[in-house]
């Protein structure tokens, strides 16, 4: 236990990283001003979107926050979308066969939430064409695929700024998903962020190989704590994480995706874009 | 989606976005935030929009005490895509391979 009182514990939990991704597409800003398109459709069908998630969209994360981009995609464009979802996609080969059905089914939009989705989404784009692909946190792309991604590590290092002055035992825990580098690479900026204001500090961390799994993320929180960890970061999806640090009187700081608020300070072109801002719980990356 | 629509998308592109094009942001910081604290993440946040700090800026020491990013070296993109290793003060090994 550190010294925080019950009541601060809990307003420390309300720390929250926010990293937003833009769900939609504000393009290359170099691109040069387009020119008029050629020729406007006559009348518009509307355009089929559809998102597969990792997560179930109650998990107050990831996919949480992506359901909030959909339905702001919805308010903005009106009658000119029609969207759809499917929830607790794995991460396997049901996620090729999920997509199909959502190409086949006459989406021309399909965003897909997680990095593991990168493989069979690049062969069902090969086979649909006439469908547009786009895909967070992978590194592969297409004629039709292309990815989004946010640079999380950037909240990483401030919420380790803030673990840094809070920590009294100088030793931080870090609650992992699944080491890819997005992941890695917030764990190490966490830890330059709390360097940075604290050079003692320690970072320890437990991998739990999955994006949401309340049941080891409460395991791996719990071990961290018994490890003398007094400020905790998760990197996965769900609520345990915090839960646990509270019922232990730690701090938690959530790496998480929110969406909030439009933004309409945005930079141009890309801040009425801003659709789908994500607060994701500790985790760094739509896997 | 506003490209998809009037008909710009385009493909075989990837966004990376930041603070700098105001899409991460660190938000409702608890009340038992020091001050000075509060203030220093303010100043990473204006530096990260106006270009003038960089978080992956050497020198940074791996794990093994060996140097992995030199003195005044700002890491480029593919650099922070590849990052395999922890920095000295994390613990641990990082797990090898999905």
């Not at chain 1, 769900?23 to 979107?49: D, R, S, T, Y």
């Not at chain 1, 000119?80 to 991460?91: A, D, L, Q």
Request: hydrophobic fraction near 40%; charge should be positive.
């Amino acid at each position: 236990m550190t010294d925080f009182s019950k009541r601060s514990v809990i307003k420390l939990a309300a720390l929250t990283a926010i990293a937003a991704a833009a769900l939609v597409g504000c393009g290359k800003k170099e691109e040069p001003k387009a020119e008029a398109p050629a020729a406007a459709p006559a009348k518009a069908e509307p355009l089929k979107i559809a998102f597969a998630y990792v997560g179930p969209v109650g998990d107050g994360g990831w996919t949480f926050a992506h359901d909030n981009g959909r339905k702001a995609i919805e308010k903005e464009f009106g009658d000119k979308v029609v969207t759809s979802f499917v929830e607790k996609v794995p991460e396997s080969a049901d996620a090729e066969r999920v997509i199909r059905d959502m190409a086949s089914q006459g989406n021309k939009l399909i965003f897909g939430t997680t990095f593991g989705y990168m493989e069979p989404m690049l062969k069902v784009a090969a086979d649909f064409k006439d469908v547009k692909f786009e895909h967070a946190t992978g590194y592969k792309g297409a004629e039709n695929m292309r990815t989004y991604d946010s640079r999380t590590y950037e909240g990483a290092y401030m919420a380790g700024v803030i673990a840094g002055k809070m920590t009294k035992s100088n030793t931080l825990g870090v609650v992992a998903s699944i080491p890819i580098p997005e992941v890695i690479r917030n764990i190490n900026s966490f830890t330059l962020g709390a360097q940075s204001v604290n050079p003692k500090i320690k970072t320890k961390v437990v991998w739990v190989n999955e994006w949401f799994n309340p049941p080891k993320e409460t395991e791996a929180a719990t071990s961290l704590i018994n490890g003398g960890a007094d400020v905790l970061f998760q990197n996965t999806d769900s609520s345990a994480v915090l839960q646990t640090a509270e019922k232990n009187g730690q701090a938690c700081l959530r790496l998480g995706q929110r969406h909030d608020r439009l933004r309409p300070q945005g930079p141009p072109g890309l801040g009425h874009h801003q659709l789908g801002a994500v607060l994701r719980s500790g985790r760094a990356r739509g896997a | 989606m506003r490209e998809a629509l009037e008909g710009k998308w385009t493909g075989n592109q990837a966004a990376w976005w930041g603070v700098k094009e105001g899409a991460i942001d660190l938000v409702s910081m608890a009340a038992d935030v020091p001050e000075d604290t509060k203030k220093r993440v303010e100043e990473i946040k204006t530096g990260l929009k106006d270009g003038s700090f960089a978080i992956w800026k050497g020198p940074i020491v791996g794990q093994d005490g060996k140097e992995v990013l030199a003195k005044d070296a700002v890491a480029d993109d593919k650099f922070l895509g590849g990052i395999n290793f922890y920095v000295k003060g994390v613990e641990g090994k990082v797990p090898s391979g999905k």
